[in-house]
């Protein structure tokens, strides 16, 4: 129904910058929410940045004011501008979208759609 295809990982070093893409196909027009998730070595996955439909952000404590979050409604892309990236960064970062009607997205819980994930790697 919805696919998503991410693009821009890679290797940098620490304090560097990276920008992750985004493109999802598929019946994009039922998406609400699309977000970025990361995992890393040994810690659990966690929603780093998201938008709503409606241009409404969020963002993950840690990444506050160095990531920021660009959603492009009408070609179907969101990116993920990546600043001062730490060590502990280092993740698998996957691209998210959230077909979840209302009554069940206020209920929290992951977006239901994934893409394949692109490796960021922060060391010198």
């Known amino acids: 129904q919805v696919q998503l295809v991410e693009s821009g990982g890679g290797l940098v070093q620490p304090g560097g910058s990276l920008r992750l893409s985004c493109a999802a196909s598929g019946s994009i027009s039922v998406i609400s929410d699309m977000g970025w998730y990361r995992q890393a070595p040994g810690k659990e996955r966690e929603l780093v940045a998201s938008m709503a439909r409606g241009g409404i952000t969020n963002y993950a404590d840690s990444v506050k004011g160095r990531f920021t979050i660009f959603r492009h409604i009408a070609t179907n892309v969101v990116h993920l501008q990546m600043d001062s990236l730490k060590p502990e960064e280092t993740a698998v970062y996957c691209c998210?979208?959230?077909?979840?009607?209302?009554?069940?997205?206020?209920?929290?819980?992951?977006?239901?759609?994934w893409g394949q994930g692109t490796q960021v790697t922060v060391s010198s």
């Open positions: 998210a979208a959230d077909t979840r009607p209302w009554p069940v997205r206020r209920t929290g819980g992951e977006y239901n759609y």
